[in-house]
């Protein structure tokens, strides 16, 4: 069977295109974050899978989960999906969807992992300080981590700037060991 991100893809980047076009990139975000958590739920799942309900009946579930927050082409997508079953694909597809954004915004995603809470001060400072690193904007994700003892670690992408004090103690052990 083909890999997930690999079906996924076109569906992204049909979305994407039809977004795009219609400059309601923020609004297709929204929509697949709905879907994307209707098709994680287990029984939505269970239904997705079940042999005896027709495509129509699982596409008539999700606009039904979904009903009042779903445009007319949001509907169709997902009678598509549904009609491909491929409606187990929608987080990823949502995923590919939002690099396909960030790339059209020029925007990055950074996890910031830190010992101890940062006020909006620190966090604006370390945003700041990503932005002219990077040349792009910086959406963060700020996460509490205390084995990291002090200081912080960022992952952009595959790129990793680890601060911590862990990360420093674990320099010191390798040096004093060598």
């Given at each position: 069977m083909a890999e997930t991100a690999t079906i996924a893809r076109p569906y992204a980047e049909a979305v994407f295109r039809l977004a795009d076009d219609a400059g309601k990139l923020a609004d297709w975000s929204a929509v697949l974050g709905n879907l994307a958590a209707v098709a994680a739920d287990q029984e939505v799942r269970a239904a997705i899978n079940d042999p005896n309900l027709s495509p129509?009946?699982?596409?008539?579930?999700?606009?039904?989960?979904?009903?009042?927050?779903?445009?007319?082409?949001a509907e169709?997508?997902?009678?598509?999906?549904?009609?491909?079953?491929?409606?187990?694909?929608?987080?990823?597809?949502?995923?590919?969807?939002?690099?396909?954004?960030?790339?059209?915004?020029?925007?990055?995603?950074?996890?910031?992992?830190?010992?101890?809470?940062?006020?909006d001060t620190q966090v604006a400072q370390l945003v700041a300080g990503l932005e002219h690193k990077t040349g792009r904007k910086v959406k963060a994700r700020v996460q509490l981590e205390k084995e990291l003892i002090g200081g912080v670690k960022i992952v952009i992408g595959d790129q990793v700037i680890d601060a911590s004090a862990r990360a420093q103690l674990d320099a010191l052990e390798s040096a004093l060991k060598e």
């Open positions: 129509t009946k699982v596409a008539g579930l999700f606009i039904a989960i979904l009903a009042g927050r779903l445009t007319g082409e169709n997508f997902v009678r598509v999906l549904a009609e491909n079953r491929r409606l187990e694909v929608l987080p990823e597809i949502r995923t590919q969807y939002e690099t396909l954004r960030n790339e059209r915004e020029s925007v990055v995603d950074a996890d910031i992992y830190t010992a101890f809470e940062l006020d």
